[in-house]
């Protein structure tokens, strides 16, 4: 396992919060799982179109590790594997749809790779 080699220092909640959900991939995963609800791993996939599935692996245990996802497994053939928003999760998406609308007064750059889920923010 990775070691850092300097201990975390975190001085502000604002960094905790970035470091928490901050990055290109935690807020989409997060927004795809508020809009769709509960999504297996392939679909949770699909929605999020170009992500790797070491990155996204990664990425899901990080925000589990956070406890903004929940990961339910079934002892079914083949295994099943859900994840949704944890309680933690769904009180992150009110400040990351306030950030998007933010975003909207200042970028206004829309095109066909907008995830569906943005424009449901009122962004514009």
């Known amino acids: 396992m990775y070691q850092h080699k300097m201990e975390e220092d975190i001085r502000c909640p604002l960094e905790y919060g970035l470091e928490i959900f901050g990055g290109k991939w935690k807020s989409r995963i ?9 999504l297996r791993y392939s679909a949770l996939r699909k929605e999020m179109s170009n992500i ?3 990155v996204l692996a990664a990425t899901l245990k990080d925000l589990i590790a956070d406890d903004l996802l929940q990961r339910k497994s079934f002892d079914e053939i083949p295994p099943r594997v859900e994840y949704c928003l944890t309680e933690k999760g769904h009180s992150v998406i009110p400040i990351l749809q306030s950030i998007c609308r933010w975003s ?6 829309e095109n066909e790779n907008t995830m569906p889920q ?4 009122d962004y514009k």
């Open 52 to 54: 790797t599935d070491a």
């Open 118 to 121: 943005c424009k449901k923010c």
């Open 104 to 109: 909207g007064a200042y970028h206004k750059e």
């Open 30 to 38: 997060l927004c795809v799982l508020a809009e769709k609800g509960t």
